[in-house]
């Protein structure tokens, strides 16, 4: 595992989102209550970018069909068979950190 400085806090404020390429791959970070995780960003259904979702609360709704997972530990609301991988997060001073 490395860690990989991917964004400013202030980038990603409360109830938010964002994609971020990190290392060749897309990850979406999610700020819940001032709490920062990462997924995958590429959704399972038909790769809808996760970061461009809606979030409620820890809930991220995939912004093309619906699809519905919880970013704190990856699983997917409508099938419990997929899960997206998720990576753990720091906050380092001002930036975000996640480890992959
Ligand atoms: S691509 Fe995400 S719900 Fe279809």
Redesign the pocket.
Known sequence: MASYTVAKISEIPEGDCKSVTVDGEAIALFNVDGKFYATED???????S?GK?TLNESII???????TYDVTNGACE?NPQVKLNTYPVTVEGETIVIEK
């Open positions: 590429t959704c399972k259904h038909r790769g809808g996760l979702g709704t995939c912004p093309l069909h619906g699809w409508m």
